[in-house]
């Protein structure tokens, strides 16, 4: 397929996509975190947020209801900082109430989602990360087909929690994956032992060794876990930068390596 | 006809739309005589099938959330187990996650291929009294991923409800993936004759969640479904060693259901038996019956039978 040239994407180094087969599974709190990391490490990084019906990105990076302006090549992204190193999109931006329920079959869906492929003025941006709905529907085949037509899509991390409900779920994402030609960068297991923040004790509240056995299994490459931290869960809940506020923390580091892994895999395909 | 026909050009308007058929982009399409006849906005002859089948089923509960990985199909799986534990009553469970189908893992028929697929589908019986339905049964392995767009998916729902053999039920609870789009749409739809009692809503305590979930409520206002009531779901847990227990942020459902007027039907704490129950493909209830999270199901459930039985009780005096 011959990529457009130019166009929004032009100045953005790589794309990767945040999937999973399953929901509630951390993909938005990774997303946001791993672009947290990246800025960290000093990226100027991107967030686009296809999930139309539960676009859980604006809360998680307290961007509040900012308004989305124009200019001349789309939509400008809301940044969340006044440097610019993070820019996001997502539908949480267009709507007037915050409950109002997206109530849209998969065609109006799929319109918008190419809208937002190629009408988001992004600028220059190292990583964009594109946050996804659970499930292998109409939205990761827009993102897809669009991305595909504007930019070399550098692959897909899959997120998964241990237990074989999830794992299950997310070896049909796999699948979607290599049906589609997609690359996959890895598969992270996250809340992977919950440690309580009053006695360290830790606790497998859902199982543990899923993810791993997953990759293992499929082929794929491990890049990690990532434990059930409740001092994260606040911090994703008040909106809050969990890096700036625990830096120290084994959560960070576990999602450091993972991002530090998965800017090598893309820098070095 | 499916409101997006895959030999429509790219910027139809839909067959139901006012527009069907005469629209600029309608020009040159093979659908555009039917269209513009009028004949594709009548109602789905289907709608009157499903409600002919559905006469023979007393309950249909709807299980929703605007969010993923709650407990959706946890719930479900369970309020079925609840609902089928007195041999009395038959049960049915239909999953409408098309994409993620977790209902045959949980309810332990992972691996079990249906019979008969292009007349009549029959389910999967657990017990003699509850039976399942889900696309998992219809894939032949566990790595086959259904990667279809709305149509494909609303056109396997209308089939699940108008050609499953599902026989006299008492009651029949409908799982569903997160969001509120085409599974939740062509539910609503196909059963818009045939009187749904309402919806259980599922929600864990944290905002990321309740955000969601309003969203999911005012789908259910949109849409004149009845909301029989919301279930808070890993309602807080307690560290085994140190015993603390930890709250959730803005208030929980509790305080949604203030807000919105709901009947908050209960709060399930997170078990990590419940976890590894649904792995195992066995139910809870019958695992861990005395703890805490069984109480609160069969709680729960109790509120859920209430609901139900008053409702045809208010239909029968009313007609």
């Given at each position: 397929m011959d990529i457009i040239k130019g166009?929004?994407?032009?100045?953005?180094?790589h794309v990767v996509l945040i999937l999973s087969?399953?929901?509630?599974?951390g993909k938005s709190t990774l997303t946001t975190e791993l672009a947290l990391a990246l800025r960290h490490a000093g990226k100027k990084v991107g967030i686009l947020d296809v999930?139309?019906?539960?676009?859980?990105?604006p809360r998680m990076l307290s961007v509040g209801k900012p308004e989305v302006h124009q200019c001349d090549s789309g939509w400008v992204p809301v940044y969340t900082d006044a440097q610019k190193s993070l820019a996001l999109m997502s539908i949480g931006f267009l709507?007037?109430?915050?409950?109002?329920?997206?109530?849209?079959?998969g065609p109006k869906k799929t319109a918008l989602i190419g809208q937002f492929v190629s009408d988001v003025?992004?600028?220059?941006?190292?990583v964009l990360l594109v946050d996804t709905p659970p499930g292998t529907s109409d939205e990761h085949l827009a993102v897809l087909e669009n991305l595909k037509k504007q930019h070399k899509v550098d692959g897909a991390i899959l997120i998964t929690t241990p237990q074989a409900v999830s794992t299950g779920d997310v070896r049909r994402e796999i699948t979607f994956c290599k049906k589609t030609g997609l690359r996959i960068l890895g598969i992270v297991e996250n809340m992977s032992g919950f440690v309580c923040p009053h006695c360290s004790e830790c606790s497998n509240i859902f199982s543990k060794g899923g993810g791993e056995e997953l990759a293992k299994l499929t082929g794929s490459v491990y890049l990690g876990s990532v434990p059930l931290d409740p001092l994260l869960t606040t911090s994703i809940e008040e909106g809050k930068d969990f890096i700036q506020t625990f830096p120290d923390s084994a959560t960070f580091s576990a999602i450091n390596s993972i991002a530090q892994t998965l800017l090598t895999s893309i820098q070095n395909p | 006809m499916a409101d997006i026909p895959s030999d429509a050009p790219q910027h139809c308007p839909g067959t139901a739309s006012e527009q069907a058929g005469k629209?600029?982009?309608?020009?040159?399409?093979?659908n555009q005589n039917l269209c513009s006849s009028g004949?594709?906005?009548?109602?789905?002859p289907a709608i009157e099938e499903i409600a002919e089948k559905m006469l023979t089923v007393k309950h249909k509960i709807l299980v929703l959330s605007g969010?993923?990985?709650?407990g959706k199909s946890t719930f479900s799986a369970h309020l079925a187990h609840a609902l089928a534990s007195d041999a009395t009553k038959e049960v049915a469970l239909l999953d409408?996650?098309?994409?993620?189908?977790s209902i045959p893992r949980i309810m332990g028929l992972e691996g079990e291929q249906v019979a008969g697929l292009s007349l009549c589908l029959s389910p999967r019986y657990v017990e003699d009294n509850l039976a399942v339905m889900s696309i998992g049964f219809l894939?032949?392995?566990?790595?086959?991923?259904?990667?279809?767009?709305g149509p494909k998916k609303n056109g396997m729902i209308k089939q699940f409800l108008r050609?499953?053999?599902?026989?006299?039920?008492?009651y029949l609870i409908v799982d569903t993936p997160p969001g509120t789009s085409d599974e939740h749409l062509s539910i609503v739809q196909y059963l818009s004759s045939a009187r749904i009692d309402g919806a259980v809503i599922i929600t864990t305590p944290q905002e990321v969640s309740l955000q969601d979930v309003r969203k999911e409520i005012r789908f259910c206002q949109k849409v004149q479904l009845p909301i029989i009531g919301v279930v808070e779901n890993m309602s807080g847990f307690v560290?085994?060693?140190?015993k603390v227990n930890l709250p959730p942020t803005t208030g929980g459902a509790e305080r949604m259901c203030e807000e919105m007027n709901l009947t908050l039907l209960g709060r399930v704490p997170l078990d990590p038996r419940i976890g590894k129950s649904c792995d195992e493909g066995k139910s809870f209830l019958s695992e861990v019956p005395d703890s805490p999270a069984a109480a609160a199901y069969h709680s729960i459930v109790q509120s859920i039978q209430a609901y139900c039985l008053s409702h045809v009780t208010r239909e029968e005096s009313a007609g």
């Open positions: 166009g929004n994407l032009a100045q953005v180094q087969g399953k929901g509630g599974v999930d139309l019906c539960g676009p859980s990105i709507l007037e109430d915050p409950d109002e329920a997206v109530v849209w079959r003025a992004w600028g220059e941006l190292d | 629209t600029s982009a309608c020009q040159g399409c093979p004949a594709t906005k009548a109602p789905d969010k993923g990985g709650v409408v996650d098309i994409c993620g189908p894939l032949s392995s566990p790595d086959d991923a259904v990667i279809w767009r050609d499953v053999d599902w026989g006299e039920l008492d560290c085994p060693k140190c």
